[in-house]
Each structure stands twice: as C-alpha cells, then as structure tokens.
C-alpha cells in the first residue's frame, strides 16, 4: 500500500527516515531542492557524494555487482592508498 503522503512529498519522506544510504541518493537525485529545503542534511551528506558516485561505478562492474552495500563501501576506501 503507497502512503499518499509520500507521494505527495517524497523528499519529506526521504528526510524523515534519517537513513544516510537514501539520504545519499537523494543528495544526488534532489541537489539543489534537497540543499534549499534541509542546509544542515544537505552539509553533513554533501562529503558522501563523491563515495555514492564510486559506489554507483562499481555496481556496474560485474566484478562488484553482487557486493552488498557496505561491502561495496569499502572498496572505494581501500582503493585510495
């Protein structure tokens, strides 16, 4: 069942479950929305993108393809020694 709230303001919705994986996504999806609506969500994430957009790369290699999220999040971490 779709709440209609949810539809009605995704990016309400999105911020309210306070989960810096889908907060990420939206900081790439929403940008400068997300940046007017909630500055102080938009400073604290705005470091992650950079790692979100590594993450979204190497999900596309068939080698990392099955990663789970937090594994795939390591792989940016050790790759820049």
């Not at 810096?20 to 102080?40: D, K, S, V």
């Not at 590594?54 to 999040?73: E, H, K, N, T």
Request: glycine share 4%.
């Amino acid at each position: 069942m779709v709440d209609h709230d949810d539809l009605d303001d995704p990016l309400g919705s999105i911020l309210a479950l306070r989960d810096p994986h889908i907060r990420g996504c939206a900081m790439i999806a929403y940008g400068a929305r997300l940046e007017a609506r909630a500055p102080e969500v938009h400073a604290a994430e705005s470091p992650l993108i950079p790692l979100f957009e590594r993450m979204r790369f190497l999900r596309s290699v068939p080698l990392f393809s099955d990663l789970s999220g937090d594994d795939l999040r390591m792989v940016p971490k050790s790759s820049r020694r």
